[in-house]
Each structure stands twice: as structure tokens, then as C-alpha cells.
Nanobody, 125 residues
Framework: QVQLVESGGGSVQSGGSLRLSCAVS????????TVWFRQAPGKEREGVAF???????TYAESVKGRFTISQDNAKNTLYLQMNSLKPEDTGMYYC???????????????????WGQGTQVTVSS
């Protein structure tokens, strides 16, 4: 069973930075997608940053230029560096993974089967 555990959330003032981490217990396939989702109260869940096993990344327009997703394959850890944070970035952040991909399907198109428990990010103005 694949397990994901997030850490690194917290409270920060507008303009500040946070780095989220997601420890992945195992990659059961060599090809995979991992993603950071966020959900604010009363809003739909949003995929903010995606990275695949080749290192290709995709970002939501709302975070482009401010957030960076990366992965350390030696440590089985996914990161999200968040800079220039805004109050609208507030929400619960979840990492998720999908393993054993269908060729030609983009990471943003998958229904993710493995999820972490979430970590809260609060940005005050």
C-alpha cells in the first residue's frame, strides 16, 4: 500500500514563503505523476502543480512564477516551494500520486489513487 505524508504547512504573512514536503512510501511503477492539490473552504479542489517521473512540470496559472514543484528521487520526497504567498493561497494542501501511467495522458487528466492527509497553509494579509 502506497502512503503519502505531507509536512511543512503553517501560518505566514502575505509575501512570505513556505516549503511543503510529501514523503512517498514507495513508487510501485517507474512511470508516475505526482501533484499538489489545494482546497479552500467553500471552493473546489485545485491542482496547483504537477510533476511526472521524467521531471516535467505543470502549474496552475494562479501560482506560476511563485510556486515550484520538485522531487528528490533518492529520498522518495516531493516538494512544493511557495514564495510570494497571498491570502488567496490559504487552504488545505494535499499531495497525491498516480502510478503506472497510460501513454499520452497528461498528469492533470488522471484521477489520483494515492493521497496524503493534507497540511494547512494559512496566509494572512
Amino acid at each position: 500500500q502506497v502512503q503519502l505524508v505531507e509536512s511543512g504547512g503553517g501560518s505566514v504573512q502575505s509575501g512570505g514563503s513556505l516549503r511543503l514536503s510529501c514523503a512517498v512510501s514507495a513508487y510501485t511503477y517507474s512511470d508516475y505523476c505526482t501533484v499538489w492539490f489545494r482546497q479552500a473552504p467553500g471552493k473546489e479542489r485545485e491542482g496547483v502543480a504537477f510533476i511526472d517521473s521524467d521531471g516535467s512540470t505543470t502549474y496552475a496559472e494562479s501560482v506560476k512564477g511563485r510556486f515550484t514543484i520538485s522531487q528528490d528521487n533518492a529520498k522518495n520526497t516531493l516538494y512544493l516551494q511557495m514564495n510570494s504567498l497571498k491570502p488567496e493561497d490559504t487552504g488545505m494542501y494535499y499531495c497525491a500520486a498516480e502510478m503506472g501511467l497510460n501513454g499520452g495522458t497528461l498528469c492533470m487528466e488522471y484521477e489520483y489513487n494515492y493521497w496524503g492527509q493534507g497540511t494547512q497553509v494559512t496566509v494572512s494579509s
